[in-house]
């Protein structure tokens, strides 16, 4: 019913469903593989999560099982650089919830899907700013 709901009264290019269960995604796909979804990764800070945080950037277990379109790391998982294989394959990243503004300025030009920030504001007088800079060429 979710799903009947959802494409009724939106496109599936305003459609994003996310989910740290990878079950809950391969559902989604299941009932309709054109809404674009995501695996969130990173729900905690313990040995428990940091365990399954490596285990899946090394062999993306979880990723494939959900048949997700991107994978959603917090961004603190991002920059201690373990998504690298995720990036070799060519699978879409998306960072939560990147609020450092100093970060926000490095992911400006990297290859990021998407951001999700509580600072949209911030970010964007900093990308005009850093937009409208001008290299000076000696």
């Known amino acids: 019913q979710i799903i009947e709901k ?6 599936y290019d305003k459609i994003i469903v996310t989910s740290f269960l990878p079950a809950v995604i391969r559902n989604i796909k299941a009932l309709d ?3 674009n979804s995501g695996l969130l ?6 040995y428990k999560v940091f365990y399954k945080i490596i285990k899946e950037a090394i062999f993306m277990t979880d990723f494939m099982y959900s048949k997700a379109d991107f994978i959603s790391p917090y961004y603190k998982i991002y920059e201690m650089g373990i998504m690298k ?12 919830t990147v609020n450092d503004i100093n970060f926000l300025k490095d992911l400006i030009n990297s290859d990021i899907q998407s951001i999700v920030t509580d600072i949209p504001e911030k970010f964007l007088r900093v990308h005009l700013n850093l937009k409208n800079v001008k290299i000076r060429r000696n």
């Open 6 to 11: 959802l494409t009724c009264n939106f496109s």
């Open 33 to 35: 593989s054109r809404i």
């Open 41 to 46: 990764l990173g729900e905690g800070a313990n």
């Open 85 to 96: 294989k995720f990036e070799a394959e060519g699978i879409p990243i998306q960072l939560w």
